[in-house]
């Protein structure tokens, strides 16, 4: 009997993350069975998710992760604004605009129109900044949506505190989609397919 070859997979978790980011934006009561499935026995049932559909987005970080969530966010039909510290900010597509600043300060949110956002991301790889910016951002308005990148798993605790509606642990999004795989291929082809196929009957895109 000759055994099976299967193709190696990949998991790119900044990819994964911002596909989920999409499937709650589209359909947060599957996203929340998604997570449930994929965290394995006798896990609870996680809160459900529900980034808002319509206004603008403010990102701190033009990284990995910045650079993902931009294009998802914009797949999606939202405004993004970056905050990115370097003096030349990097070059993003035409429709996005860039603030050249840190994102702790005062006056550069202000300058990001943090105000009249109603989605914001930490989303540096330095697991001081990302607090940071999340306590500056929430003194400006406490009800943002806010999603933030956890680099270390030893950062734990200090993410705990900060509370966030959304985090990316990119060596838990790596684990949980690999068990998604291997503990039924039926769970896996599912959360593949999900960011591709949305959910019938919902638009797929908004404006703001």
Wanted: hydrophobic content about 40%; proline content about 10%.
């Amino acid at each position: 009997m000759t055994a099976r070859r299967s193709t190696p997979t990949v998991v790119d978790p900044f990819d994964r993350f911002g596909d989920h980011l999409r499937i709650a934006l589209r359909a947060p009561a599957s996203f929340q069975l998604m997570m449930w499935l994929a965290s394995g026995p006798g896990a609870e049932l996680p809160p459900r998710s529900s980034p808002p559909r319509r206004g603008r987005w403010v990102v701190c970080g033009y990284g990995r992760l910045g650079r993902e969530l931009i294009e998802d966010l914009h797949a999606e039909g939202l405004e993004c604004t970056v905050v990115h510290p370097a003096a030349e900010p990097p070059p993003v597509e035409e429709v996005t605009t860039v603030v050249a600043g840190r994102g702790y300060e005062p006056a550069v949110l202000e300058q990001a129109g943090l105000a009249d956002a109603v989605g914001f991301v930490a989303a540096s790889d330095n697991d001081t900044t990302n607090p940071s910016v999340i306590a500056a951002a929430r003194r400006v308005d406490p009800s943002l949506f806010v999603t933030a990148r956890q680099n270390r798993p030893s950062s734990g605790p200090l993410f705990a505190v900060m509370d966030a509606d959304s985090l990316l642990v990119p060596t838990e999004v790596v684990a949980h989609e690999v068990y998604a795989q291997v503990s039924t291929r039926c769970c896996g082809a599912s959360c593949r397919r999900c960011p591709r196929a949305g959910t019938a009957g919902q638009p797929t895109s908004s404006t703001a």
